[in-house]
């Protein structure tokens, strides 16, 4: 444990949070203390800087209020916001009026670990700059985490910043696709933020992501957040977590 890391784990409350996930959280704010500002030649986070130097403040201050709080506004600046899509993009994403861009929070994250091994493969289906994704590589190094998403400039800066977090090139695949015409791609645990509106074309394909997951093994995760895939899974997927914001289902 380096100093940084002890700091942390000193602030951190010792009630009210999983163990295994107050680490995760913590591991996550040691990379980003540590690391230099993002490569951004899309202009995409304009303000990291002065909102990285506001979290080295809060840590140095030891207020874990003021640490969290910081370090949430630090990872949403970085989720991105505004994505940079192109005029035909944007006419694709607001016609299936799935969310924008989004930040699926950390929760999801940090929830994840007991759900990948080495061997997992994980899927964002809608994932933005992928930086869940990434940051789930991060923690529970795993065999390949696939990220689709409709933006290519969003899975361009992604590709960026996993470099830019030290992530073997081989673990990222980055698929931009369109969710209503790609082949949903066979994962472990599959990862979605209400990507498309669930009516129409929207409803589609949540039923083929439902009859896509229909032979797959025992133990395949789903979480699905603001979630709209539930009432077309298959019976053998159980909901295991529900918190209003996250659903988390097994296939039993
Ligand atoms: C609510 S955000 C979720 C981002 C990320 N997965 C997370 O949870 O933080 C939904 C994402 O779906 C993408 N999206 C919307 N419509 C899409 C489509 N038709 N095909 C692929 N991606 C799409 C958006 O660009 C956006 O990045």
């Given amino acids: 444990m380096d100093s940084l ?13 999983d163990p295994l996930e107050a680490r995760s959280l913590i591991q996550l704010m040691r990379l980003m203390a540590h690391l230099p500002p993002p490569p951004d030649p899309f202009g995409l986070f304009p303000r990291y800087g002065l909102l990285r130097q506001s979290f080295l403040e809060a840590i140095e201050m030891g207020d874990w209020k003021g640490i969290e709080g910081s370090f ?18 944007r006419a694709s994403v607001l016609a299936s009026g799935g969310y924008l861009c989004h930040a699926g929070g950390l929760s999801p994250v940090l929830k994840a670990g007991p759900h990948l091994d080495t061997d997992s493969v994980s899927l964002d289906l809608g994932a ?4 869940q994704g990434l940051f789930l590589q991060f923690l529970y190094p795993h065999r390949r985490s696939i ?15 996993g ?3 030290g992530l073997p090139d081989a673990a990222m695949e980055w698929v931009c696709a369109d969710l209503l015409e790609v082949v949903i791609p066979r994962a472990h645990f599959v990862y979605l933020y209400r990507p498309l509106r669930p009516e129409g074309p929207g409803l589609s394909f949540y039923k083929r992501l439902a009859h896509s997951l229909r032979n797959s093994p025992v133990g395949t995760v789903v979480f699905s957040v603001a979630d709209c895939l539930s009432p077309h899974l298959p019976s053998s997927f159980k909901l295991f977590y529900d918190d209003g914001h996250l659903c988390c289902f097994r296939n039993e």
């Fill in 147 to 161: 990220q689709v998403e409709i933006s290519a400039r969003l899975l361009e800066a992604g590709r960026l910043l």
């Fill in 128 to 131: 933005g700059n992928g930086l």
């Fill in 72 to 89: 949430l506004a630090l990872y949403s600046h970085l989720h991105c916001y505004r994505p940079p899509y192109t005029v035909k993009e």
């Fill in 5 to 17: 890391e002890q700091r942390l784990s000193e602030c951190s409350p010792t009630y009210g949070m």
């Fill in 163 to 165: 470099s830019w977090m």
